[in-house]
């Protein structure tokens, strides 16, 4: 079982970057890939981008990749997501998440953190 916690969320105006840190605890980071998500307000979950277990591959849903980047540091457990060129409709809460493959499948999907949110004002 591994355990999420995610932390760099905020209030942001439109044009900023953020970055916001998942940190893992438990057995064996590398074995997972970890993936991020986002959920606004009345809409589903939405992949971002899933990195391996190395941090030798990445995998993004087209639409965001260029101002979304994951990227993680296995020596302190912890995945990040970068967001740069913030916009209002980035406003949501951002996850971070485990799985055994790159894939953008939430099901596929089994621990999760609590969330940060993230507010782009414009």
């Known amino acids: 079982q591994v355990q999420l916690v995610e932390s760099g969320g905020g209030l942001v105006q439109a044009g900023d970057s953020l970055r916001l840190s998942c940190a893992a605890s438990?057995?064996?980071?590398?074995?997972?890939?970890m993936g991020w998500f986002r959920q606004a307000p009345g809409k589903e979950r939405e992949f971002i981008g899933c990195?391996?277990?190395?941090?030798?591959?990445?995998t993004y849903v087209d639409s965001m990749k260029g101002r979304f980047t994951v990227s993680r540091d296995n020596a302190k457990n912890t995945v990040y997501l970068q967001i740069n060129s913030l916009k209002p409709e980035d406003t949501a809460t951002y996850y971070c998440a485990t799985a055994l493959t790159l894939t953008p499948v939430p099901s596929k999907y089994d621990n999760w953190g609590q969330g940060t949110q993230v507010t782009v004002s414009s």
């Open positions: 438990g057995r064996s980071f590398t074995s997972y890939v």
């Open positions: 990195i391996s277990g190395n941090g030798g591959a990445t």
